[in-house]
Each structure stands twice: as C-alpha cells, then as structure tokens.
C-alpha cells in the first residue's frame, strides 16, 4: 500500500498532540496518510495498554487515517539500536511513504528525542538494496522517504515551517480527547497527577497552537523542524 504520509511515533497519543491537525488537513486535502505507533505506552502512569490500544483506534478514525499499527518496542528503553531499526524499515518499505512525521528532535520525555533519531536512521537504511527484509514472507524492494519531517511537542523549539490547521483544530481536539484515561476529566477525575493531566496541559496545547497560528497570520498552527531545506518552486507557495 502506497502512503503519501507515514506518520511515526514513540507513543500513542504522540502523533495527535504533536501533528493531529496536519493530520486531518492532509487526509482532507485527499492524501493517504498512516499512523505507526512505536510502543504501546505500557509505562503510562495513567491507563492500560489495552486502554490506549482501544483510544488509539477511536483517534484513528476520528483522524481518518487509512491504518494505525504498533511496532510493539519497549516504551521507556527506545534506543537507535541496529535491532529496533530493522524493526521499523519493513514497515517503511511496505508502506512506501512520501513523507514521515516523527518525534521531535528534543523533548521531555527521553524516548521522543531517541525516537526521532531512530526513526531517521531507519528511513535512511530502509533505502539501502544490501538491507534484506521480508513483509508475509515477501522480500521487500528499498524505500527512502522524500523527507521527514520532526513535530514540537512539549518543549518550544522554533519551528523552520507551520502548518496552517485553523479548519482540522476542532477534530484534532477531538482525536486528543479520544485518549481520556490520558487526560484531565474534570474536577472528578481522581487518578494520578502527571504532566498531561493537569487542567492547564490542555490550555498549554490551545496556547502553543494559537502562538503558531498567530506568526502565520492564521488561528492555530503546527510547528516543525527539517532535517534539510524546503524547496519551493515559486514565491506564490509561502504567501
């Protein structure tokens, strides 16, 4: 199956917090866009991994992703490790992506920045011929993605473009929210305290949008970083 957009992520809910509204716009705009989460969240202080198994498909649909798989790698231990690359190159190589989505570059929890490098690394060697890898007993052909492209998560970094996501705002928050054991449920929530439980972490996520959205001129925006420079053909593209 050929993706326009792989999106790649250490844990489930990554990829809605930290490109759920680019998500929604591509999907919208017709592209086929993915989900490959890398671990199933286990550490989580809050929830099951077959809780957020379950959220994470609701946030799939409601993102309307064509496919949200699991690598099934250990949350709390990602490394760039030659055995989690090539756990992770069958996947690219059998999705055939244009583009990757993947962590960001430095963050608060340890495994977004492992994340990011290993996922770079495994697009990298995914193109590599001398590679070997089987998909259902299949030998694959090499895959190098045209680019990858690193979304901001917890802690500012000035972002190198912004997506403009004021019309896929509401159904990101939608997709954010499919995630409740994640998240705050109101003065009656007595589970545990984390970072992204609090009542404020929600309003942090709206402000960083609308700060982003504000330097584009627009309501609510996504940031990200490149690995290389954006070619544009024409100045009429980044008006």
């Known amino acids: 199956m050929k993706l326009d957009i792989l999106v790649i992520a250490a844990h489930p809910d990554d990829a809605e917090l930290g490109a759920g509204g680019s998500i929604v716009k591509a999907v919208n705009e017709g592209l086929r866009v993915g989900i490959l989460d890398l671990t199933r969240g286990e550490l989580g202080t809050r929830g099951t991994p077959e809780t957020r198994d379950q959220e994470a498909k609701a946030a799939a649909k409601i993102l309307g992703t064509i496919f949200r798989e699991n690598a099934d790698l250990p949350d709390g231990f990602l490394a760039n490790t030659k055995e989690f690359q090539l756990k992770i190159v069958p996947f690219i190589r059998k999705y055939q992506p244009d583009i990757v989505l993947a962590n960001a570059v430095n963050d608060r929890h340890p495994d977004h920045a492992k994340a990011s490098k290993l996922i770079s690394d495994a697009c990298f060697l995914s193109g590599l ?10 030998k694959q052909e090499s895959w190098r993605p045209k680019a990858i492209y690193h979304f901001i998560q917890d802690y500012y970094i000035h972002p190198d473009f912004i997506v403009d996501i004021t019309d896929a705002w509401e ?24 970072p992204i439980s609090t009542a404020g972490f929600i309003q942090s996520l709206e402000a960083r949008a609308r700060e982003y959205g504000r330097l584009i001129k627009s309501e609510f925006g996504e940031g990200f970083t490149v690995e ?5 053909k024409s100045f009429q593209d980044i008006i």
């Open 129 to 138: 011929r001398a590679i070997e890898t089987d998909w259902e007993d299949a």
């Open 171 to 194: 159904t990101k928050m939608k997709a954010v929210k499919a995630f409740s054991s994640q998240f705050y449920q109101g003065k009656g929530d007595k589970g545990p305290v984390t």
């Open 228 to 232: 290389r420079p954006v070619g544009v």
